[in-house]
Each structure stands twice: as structure tokens, then as C-alpha cells.
DNA sequence: CGGTATCCAAAGTGATACTG
DNA sequence: CAGTATCACTTTGGATACCG
């Protein structure tokens, strides 16, 4: 729960969620604004506690690939009508 | 969700949800180290968010209880999936 | 009982610049 | 493209003490 409460980071598990495999640049821009060292420092995070798999190809340009475990799964579909809501009352 | 993300937050929307109205000493008691000045602000952030009433009444000795108002218990319906996931995991 | 006031330490975040 | 390094800044939370 701590890592959840992170800045973005239960945003991160469903934006990966719905893009699937997802670029860094991707997860990127689907924020509004976030820093680098921000949003990766998240992605780590997450990686670490395994809800997210991070793939690295070795070509050029480089590519990295990010996408939900099992256990990122499970909680991207317990944090659904979480941020469904909260994005409901943005307004 | 920057609420939610703050310390104890959702934690304290599904404890007062659990016990229904709840007194200011059942909530401290239903966690295991928070300083009351911390409970105290979470609280008010969460009267000021409209998740929590809080009724206050004039005896000897003072009796407060919090109360899930309507948004608060659509919020916690919407946790408890997470909290309940996130429990099991503590082991 | 149910807090508030004050002060402080720690953690989190971002801007900027740079790298493989 | 996908980051990391550094550093300064802001936010948060906790300890302690005290109040209505």
C-alpha cells in the first residue's frame, strides 16, 4: 500500500494496463507532466514489486517494453473502478 | 486521488465504513502507530474531501463521531477490492 | 476525550543537464 | 529512445507538549 500511494503509481499499473506492452515514451505521454527521473524512479518502483515486467531490446534506437505481471493484472482490475471514479469527479 | 494517496487515507475511509459511525478513539485504536496529529489532519482532509462527516456532540466527556457521507461509502465500496487484495499480501 | 501547536526530520518530487 | 545524476525544494509525517 505504501508503493500505491506513490505519486502516479496506480495510474502507471492501469496506463500499462490498457496500452498493453507499452514504450516508456508511450507511458510518457500519457501523462500531463511528469519528470524523468519521476517516472522512472515510479517504474522501477514497480518493477521491483513485481506488478510490472520491464523488456529491453537490443536495438538502435533502443526499446523498452513495460507490461503488467499476473500480480500487476489482478491489481490493475482492483484499481479499475478505483480511478474510474476518481476520474469521473476530475470535473 | 493526491488525497488518497496521503498516508493512512484509504485505510481510514474502509475503517470508518467497517465500524460505521465511529469515534475518534475506535479509529486511532483500529491502527497500530499513527501520532494524533496525523490522524487528526488525515481526518479533516477527508471531512474537507466530503468523504467523512463529523458530528460533534456538546457533552462531558466530549463525544465526536465520523461517518461515511454517500460519496465516502461509494469510495469505499470501490477499495475495499484493493484493501482487502492488499491485506492478503502482508504475509 | 478529542484533539491542536510547534518544531523538526525525512521522504518525495522536479528541473536541469547529461549518457549509452 | 530511454533513461541516470545531481541537487534544491516542497510536502509529509511524527514527537512532544499542551488545551477546551
Redesign the pocket.
Known amino acids: 500500500m505504501?508503493l500505491l500511494s506513490?505519486?502516479?503509481a496506480m495510474q502507471l499499473i492501469c496506463v500499462v494496463g490498457a496500452i498493453g506492452p507499452a514504450?516508456?515514451?508511450?507511458i510518457?505521454g500519457a501523462f500531463e507532466?511528469?519528470?524523468?527521473?519521476?517516472?522512472?524512479?515510479?517504474?522501477?518502483d514497480l518493477v521491483d514489486a513485481g506488478y510490472l515486467s520491464?523488456t529491453?531490446y537490443a536495438e538502435i534506437?533502443?526499446?523498452?517494453?513495460?507490461d503488467l505481471t499476473d500480480d500487476g493484472d489482478e491489481l490493475c482490475r482492483r484499481l479499475q473502478p478505483l480511478l474510474e471514479w476518481a476520474a469521473d469527479r476530475e470535473q
Do not use: A
Open positions: 505504501e506513490r505519486r502516479y514504450r516508456y515514451g508511450e510518457d507532466d511528469v519528470s524523468s527521473s519521476t517516472l522512472s524512479s515510479r517504474l522501477d520491464r529491453q534506437p533502443p526499446r523498452v517494453e513495460y
